[in-house]
């Protein structure tokens, strides 16, 4: 799976998800997969879109309908817009789940990221049973050894519970090494996500 972050500061996040909608309605290619996006309440908007493959990815970029649509909607961002390309991208649980109510996206260097995946998939077997508010999880590792982790809660008021008490035993445990494996995380609360789809 391939995976692209976008990043950058808006003054009308109401036009910004007009033109993510409208890009959806009109120019959605084959192997896109799904689109998580939104703004904090600091007008901080991320836009986190992920493809089949790369070359899904790229077929997209050099469309002449694209370019025209990232014309229109560049001017919504009041700063310049980052990107990041992701060939590297893991799924777990429900990975990009359109039935969160409350979206975190951190951004991170990684210390170990082989040790991070496998921490992962420690963590989809235990988080059903001890986090059941977390539906989806998605890592897209950076070129520069950097990732985009995006977390998918039911709902904020449950994430902020599960945080508030903190998790116990074997759960603590790994998520304790997680933490100590990130490097600057920088977060990014979503708490009105738009999670857009292709339409079966």
Same mark, same amino acid.
């Given at each position: 799976?391939? +995976?692209? $972050?976008?990043?950058?500061?808006?003054? !009308?996040? &109401?036009?910004?998800?007009?033109?993510?909608?409208?890009? *959806? #309605? =009109?120019?959605?290619?084959?192997?896109?997969?799904?689109?998580?996006?939104?703004?904090?309440?600091?007008?901080?908007?991320?836009?986190?879109?992920?493809?089949?493959?790369?070359?899904?990815?790229?077929?997209?970029?050099?469309?002449?309908?694209?370019?025209?649509?990232?014309?229109?909607?560049?001017?919504?961002?009041?700063?310049?817009?980052?990107?990041?390309?992701?060939?590297? +991208?893991? $799924?777990?649980?429900?990975?990009?789940? !359109?039935? &969160?109510?409350?979206?975190?996206?951190?951004?991170?260097? *990684? #210390? =170990?990221?082989?040790?991070?995946?496998?921490?992962?998939?420690?963590?989809?077997?235990?988080?059903?049973?001890?986090?059941?508010?977390?539906?989806?999880?998605?890592?897209?590792?950076?070129?520069?050894?950097?990732?985009?982790?995006?977390?998918?809660?039911?709902?904020?008021?449950?994430?902020?519970?599960?945080?508030?008490?903190?998790?116990?035993?074997?759960?603590?445990?790994?998520?304790?090494?997680?933490?100590?494996?990130?490097?600057?995380?920088?977060?990014?609360?979503?708490?009105?996500?738009?999670?857009?789809?292709?339409?079966?």
């Amino acid at each position: 799976m391939f +995976t692209q $972050v976008i990043e950058g500061r808006v003054d !009308d996040a &109401a036009a910004l998800r007009r033109q993510l909608e409208g890009w *959806v #309605a =009109d120019l959605a290619p084959p192997g896109w997969l799904g689109t998580t996006a939104g703004v904090t309440a600091d007008d901080d908007a991320v836009i986190i879109v992920r493809f089949a493959s790369t070359t899904d990815a790229h077929a997209t970029s050099i469309r002449p309908e694209q370019d025209a649509w990232w014309r229109d909607t560049q001017p919504l961002f009041a700063s310049p817009v980052t990107f990041r390309d992701c060939a590297d +991208t893991e $799924v777990y649980l429900a990975g990009g789940s !359109d039935d &969160a109510g409350f979206v975190q996206v951190i951004r991170a260097g *990684v #210390a =170990d990221p082989h040790r991070q995946n496998e921490l992962a998939r420690e963590l989809e077997a235990l988080l059903p049973r001890h986090r059941p508010e977390i539906v989806g999880l998605t890592i897209a590792r950076h070129e520069d050894g950097g990732m985009t982790q995006v977390v998918y809660f039911a709902d904020e008021e449950q994430a902020r519970r599960g945080e508030r008490d903190g998790p116990m035993g074997e759960l603590a445990e790994i998520l304790a090494e997680w933490r100590d494996l990130l490097d600057h995380p920088h977060y990014l609360d979503l708490p009105d996500p738009w999670l857009l789809s292709p339409v079966s």
